[in-house]
Each structure stands twice: as structure tokens, then as C-alpha cells.
């Protein structure tokens, strides 16, 4: 049985405008008493995920944890969306893992002074891996216009160390010097007793290749790594990971005008690791604007269906993306990666998009009704049969012995598209109905 998860009642107050205060966050979260500043009266936060050029697969562990605590205000944002006025209505902007270096350039100068503005007038920038590296001090093209935190990593070297294991990606470029990870997998961390941390004691999260930072006394160690697991796996010479990582900053805390950072060396919001999930969260109402942005630009309704209409668009989805399963599967097995910008991705990262989707389509079939246009059914269903093939051609090419190089760009870029308007359709669908139960003051299974 899956342990309740603390926030999803009190959200589900919020949902319904109803008031919930921060003290009730941080006793449901750590079963502490309430500090003096936890009296602040809380609204449902808007919550915009990166998925644009340079995001990895991480993003869709924001997505899970977010789902889990009844958090369904989400929109998908791409480097366009954020260029422009993709920012406007947000309270949250989330940074996941992914190409620093990629996320840069597609954001540009455009893209760091909107998230810059975003900061100041309020909101809450939260980066995790990538996203944590993105804002820190750089001279580097691209990451010099993102200087927002006066912070330094210590894992960048002009001479690259031997690299025991994980080759490709054990190091990236970085000017004339590298960035290295010294280690993978779980690691031990120690919270520094500072709100929004307060009453938390010692855990583990899992890294895979976020920065250990020293910071100046602008910013707020939340975090420090301390020691290694069991799990622990090591890039590295062992003596060479513990002077790069352990003492050093894991999570960091930034004031800017009226807003906040929140840099996450670890990934916290790895769905196996449910008290830096809860920690995390935590942190986000902690943060968050103490009012909701003055102009939400919203799209018009796009639509609903129900009944007949909506389980074919149910059973539509479900046998593209079993089909897709099955052929994924089957790729798995080959020793197949592709490089995309800095990052590698393998066969297995294929089912991580599909199964995200897999997931919940018992639960939008059990829905009332779906929130989705005419349009978006087409282009979704369209873009799950174009993956399909794209996987099928893949695989009778490789039985062929003909290389794909190109294949597997194309192929993760429409993975991410199909996964980011499903979503945007399941969110929806569930904002609605969690906000009408509720409004009754009722549940379900469902939700």
C-alpha cells in the first residue's frame, strides 16, 4: 500500500480556495512546532516545468511528485514560451537535469532577463542538476548572461582525472577546463537546520552529475553532502570525490528582489526518494509568492468531452503507447545510445517518456470528462503513431546493421512533445475535478 502523501489533502484545500497556512505545510511535512514566520496564508501555486532544448528526462520526476501531492496547476514550458511571456502567470519556474550548456543557448539573452524579472518581481526558481549549475557564476558563452548566484562549483579541473567507470558521461568540456562528476547513485546529505528546512535531519538522494557549490554570504547553504552509501558509485579515485564533494554545499538558498532560488545539487524530487520529495515541496510553499501574479494570461477553454468520446480517446492513446512499449522494449536489450548535445541517452530512456504516459491513462479513463480541443486529440495521436514508426523503422534498421544517428534526436524530441500535451490534457482534466470534489468536499479513489 502507497504511503498518504502530506500535502495532497491540504492542496486539495487550496484547490477549492479554501485557507491553509504555512505552519501546516511544515507540522504536516516534519511534525515540528510552527517557527514565527509560518503564519502566512497560502494560494495554490502555478507551476511551470521546463521541457525545452537541453532538458532531460528529469523533468517527468518533477512531474510524478507533483501528481502525488495533488500539485496539478502545472504548465510545460518551452525556450520559446520563456522568451516571451511563458513566465507571466507563474509563481514557480522549475529547472530540471538536462544540457546546461543547451538550456543556455535556446533561453539566450531574452530568456535570462525574463527569468531575471521573474526572480525579482517575486518568484520562485527552482533548478535541479542543470538547472542548479544554469544560474550560478560563469564568464562562459551563453551561461554568462544567467549570473544570478554568486556561487562556485568544485567539481571543474584543467587537468581531467582518470574516469574508473561511465566514460561518457564523466565529464564535460567546460572552455579550456572540465566539469566532473566524481560519483553517481545515492549520497548522503545533511540539512543545516535553516528554514525552510527546519526539523529536518539527515537523508539521501540520488546524484547524477549536479554541482557541489561554495557560496558567499549572499546565499544559504541548506544542505551539505556528507558521506557516500552503499550505493554510492564512484567515477573517480574514492579520495578525489570525498575533497570534491563532501562538506560542500548540496542545496543553496538565494534572495533576488523579491524572489528566491533554490539550487539542488541532488535530484530531491526523484520519485524513489520520498523525504527529499517531501522536503522539496516543503520548500517550494516556503518560497513561493505571498500573492498570486497580477495577470494570468490564460488560453481560452479548449474544450471537454465525455462518455464514448473520451474512452476512444482513452483507447487511442493506450494501444499507440502499448505499441510503442513493446517495440521499446525490444531495444532495450541492443547496445544503443545516442549523443545529444553533452548528454547521452540510452535505449531505456524511451520507455521512460511512454510509461509516464502509460501511468495515467487508467486514471484519465475514470475521469468525468477530459479537458482537451479538437486539435490537441489530433496532433497528440498524431505524434504517438509518428513515434511508433519511428521506433519500428529504428529497429528493422538495426537489424539491417544501418546506423540511426539522426533517429534518436527526432525520436526523444517527439517523446517529449507527445509527453508534455498529454500532460498539459491529464493536469487539466484533473485540476477540474480535483477542484469540484473538492468544492463538495468529497473524494475518490480517483483523486
Request: charged content about 25%.
Amino acid at each position: 500500500m502507497k504511503t498518504p502523501n502530506p500535502f495532497r489533502e491540504l492542496n486539495r484545500r487550496l484547490a477549492a480556495e479554501n485557507p491553509v497556512f504555512l505552519h501546516e505545510i511544515v507540522a504536516k511535512s516534519a511534525g515540528t512546532s510552527a517557527a514565527p514566520d509560518c503564519s502566512r496564508r497560502l494560494h495554490y501555486p502555478r507551476i511551470g516545468i521546463y521541457r525545452g532544448k537541453g532538458a532531460s528526462h528529469s523533468w517527468l520526476w518533477f512531474v510524478e511528485i507533483f501528481d502525488r501531492a495533488g500539485l496539478y496547476d502545472l504548465c510545460f514550458l518551452t525556450e520559446a514560451q520563456i522568451r516571451t511571456d511563458g513566465l507571466d502567470d507563474m509563481d514557480i519556474l522549475v529547472m530540471s537535469g538536462g544540457d546546461t550548456f543547451a538550456v543556455a543557448e535556446a533561453l539566450n539573452r531574452c530568456g535570462a532577463e525574463n527569468i531575471r524579472s521573474f526572480i525579482e518581481r517575486g518568484g520562485l526558481y527552482v533548478g535541479s542538476c542543470a538547472g542548479a549549475y544554469l544560474p550560478l557564476n560563469s564568464s562562459k558563452e551563453h551561461l554568462n548572461l544567467f549570473n544570478f548566484v554568486p556561487a562556485k562549483i568544485t567539481n571543474v579541473t584543467s587537468i581531467l582525472p582518470e574516469a574508473r567507470r561511465f566514460k561518457q558521461k564523466f565529464c564535460t568540456s567546460y572552455g579550456c577546463s572540465f566539469i566532473f562528476h566524481p560519483v553517481r547513485e545515492s549520497i548522503q546529505i545533511k540539512t543545516n537546520g535553516f528554514s525552510p528546512f527546519q526539523g529536518a535531519g539527515d537523508l539521501e538522494a540520488p546524484l547524477y552529475g549536479g554541482p557541489p557549490m561554495t557560496v558567499g554570504e549572499s546565499s544559504q547553504i541548506l544542505a551539505t553532502y556528507t558521506a557516500f552509501t552503499d550505493k554510492t558509485l564512484f567515477l573517480v579515485d574514492e579520495s578525489l570525490a570525498e575533497e570534491t564533494l563532501l562538506g560542500k554545499a548540496a542545496v543553496i538558498r538565494h534572495g533576488m528582489g523579491h524572489g528566491h532560488l533554490q539550487l539542488y545539487g541532488p535530484h530531491f524530487e526523484h520519485p524513489h526518494y520520498p523525504v527529499a520529495n517531501d522536503l522539496l515541496i516543503r520548500a517550494l510553499y516556503w518560497d513561493m509568492p505571498h500573492s498570486r501574479p497580477p495577470a494570468r494570461h490564460r488560453s481560452p477553454e479548449p474544450g471537454e468531452i465525455k462518455d464514448l468520446e473520451a474512452k476512444q480517446f482513452v483507447t487511442d492513446i493506450r494501444r499507440q503507447i502499448s505499441n510503442g512499449r513493446i517495440v521499446a522494449t525490444g531495444l532495450e536489450i541492443l547496445p544503443l545510445s545516442w549523443q545529444i548535445g553533452n548528454k547521452i541517452y540510452e535505449a531505456a530512456k524511451i520507455r521512460v517518456f511512454l510509461e509516464t504516459i502509460w501511468q495515467r491513462i487508467r486514471i484519465l479513463e475514470k475521469l468525468d470528462k477530459i479537458i482537451v480541443s479538437e486539435k490537441e486529440k489530433l496532433v497528440l495521436l498524431e505524434t504517438l503513431s509518428e513515434i511508433v514508426l519511428l521506433l519500428r523503422t529504428m529497429k528493422k534498421g538495426l537489424k539491417q546493421t544501418q546506423a540511426t544517428p539522426h533517429s534518436g534526436q527526432e525520436m526523444f524530441a517527439k517523446l517529449n512533445d507527445a509527453c508534455a500535451l498529454f500532460l498539459k490534457i491529464y493536469f487539466e482534466s484533473m485540476a477540474s475535478a480535483f477542484k469540484k470534489k473538492a468544492t463538495l468536499g468529497k473524494t475518490t479513489t480517483v483523486l
